[in-house]
Each structure stands twice: as C-alpha cells, then as structure tokens.
T-cell receptor, first 116, second 112 residues
Framework: GAVVSQHPSWVICKSGTSVKIECRSL??????MFWYRQFPKQSLMLMAT?????????EQGVEKDKFLINHASLTLSTLTVTSAHPEDSSFYIC????????????FGQGTRLTVV | GQNIDQPTEMTATEGAIVQINCTYQ??????LFWYQQHAGEAPTFLSY????GLEEKGRFSSFLSRSKGYSYLLLKELQMKDSASYLC?????????????FGTGTQLKVEL
C-alpha cells in the first residue's frame, strides 16, 4: 500500500510553546489529508479535513486557531498545535487519501505529543 | 450525524474463530473499513467493503449488509499477536468530499 510518513514520532514540549507535525505522502498524491486525535483507550476522533490548496474544514469543537493545518502541496500537510497545554497531550495521526484511487486512506505512524 | 457501535471488549482462545460486529447509522454511506491497532501504534488496514457480501483475505474476512447497517470482521485461527484493538470505520460522502468516522474500537484479547 501507499506510504504516509509522519514526523516526529514523539515530542515533549513545554506548556505555551507550539509544535509542528508533518505528514508526507511518499508514493502518491494526497489530495485530501485527515487529521485525527486519539486519547488513551479511546478511538480516533477526526479533527479536520484538508484539501490541497484550500482551507481545512474543522470538526465541531476543534479550535481552528489552536490547531493550524496547512496543505500547500499534494505531498505535504502540517498540523501545528499552538500554545500547547497539558490537555493537548495526545496521539495525533494523519491519513492521506488520493482522489483518483479514493478507496482507502493511508495512515501515518502517529505522533505522541506530551505537553509538560 | 454518524453513529457507529461495536463491542468494547472481547476475549477468545488461540486457534479459535472470533466475530466482531459493527452497526452503523449514517447518510451518504460510501464504504466500511476495518483496521487493526496495537497500543501506541497507528491503525493498519485490514479490509474494505462497499457492496453487500463477504470479502475474504487470508485469516480475515469482513461482511457488509448495507440495508441493515451491519458489518462484521471474522478472524480465524486466532494467534496471540491478534490481540489488539479492532476499529470499524465508515466512510461517508459530504458536500466537501469523503470523511472517515471511527467506532470506539473493540479490544480483543487472545488467550492460550
């Protein structure tokens, strides 16, 4: 299957700082990128959907000014957690989908964020 | 909105067969996926159904009935490494494209 490379795998940051997470589609063009958050022992919750070249669509309850998403190219999407707080500590996963194939979405490896 | 239900936990014996059920209510249905997720890792794709019927893939099979809003994942010849969370996910079409919504996951424990 296609590969989505997500970095970093884990990050620890101080409260109040910002963290950027990158997802790159390595062998396909991800016209759509989904960003999920997963708390311990819970399922993946969709945060936002971004289409290349346009603004992201955020799910209800997700602050767009706190979770900045950029999808400037067909192979790169970034999620920036701004002014992080301990309650933002979670597992963040991206998932890329190609418009033409449009069958399954391919997941990145995930980023474990810990805010101290 | 979308609603996906699956059991929280299941336990089975090594070598046995286990069926994990998933029911859903959604508009704009456009496919159902099953993923396996080990703790601390990203989900891995297991199966995809968009038409009614059974899809078989080695030890794993998945069934879909769109009229009933029902799917199951069947795991045969269970192995200890199959202990994981199994996520049912429904793709639905919205005005802005397709979205994938996940169920809460079923934690499967395989015992000797």
């Amino acid at each position: 299957g296609a590969v989505v490379s997500q970095h970093p795998s884990w990050v620890i940051c101080k409260s109040g700082t910002s963290v950027k997470i990158e997802c790159r589609s390595l062998d396909f063009q991800a016209t759509t990128m989904f960003w999920y958050r997963q708390f311990p022992k819970q399922s993946l919750m969709l945060m936002a959907t971004s289409n290349e070249g346009s603004k992201a669509t955020y799910e209800q309850g997700v602050e767009k000014d706190k979770f900045l998403i950029n999808h400037a190219s067909l192979t790169l999407s970034t999620l920036t957690v701004t002014s992080a707080h301990p309650e933002d500590s979670s597992f963040y996963i991206c998932s890329g989908q190609e418009w033409v194939m449009n069958t399954e979405a391919f997941f990145g490896q995930g980023t474990r964020l810990t805010v101290v | 909105g979308q609603n996906i239900d699956q059991p929280t936990e299941m336990t089975a014996t090594e070598g046995a067969i286990v069926q994990i059920n998933c029911t859903y209510q959604t508009s704009g249905f456009n496919g159902l996926f099953w993923y396996q997720q080990h703790a601390g890792e990203a989900p891995t794709f297991l199966s995809y159904n968009v038409l009614d019927g059974l899809e078989e893939k080695g030890r794993f099979s998945s069934f879909l009935s769109r009229s009933k809003g029902y799917s199951y994942l069947l795991l045969k010849e269970l192995q200890m490494k199959d202990s994981a969370s199994y996520l049912c996910a429904v793709r639905f079409h919205t005005g802005g494209g397709n979205k994938l919504t996940f169920g809460t996951g079923t934690q499967l424990k395989v015992e000797l």
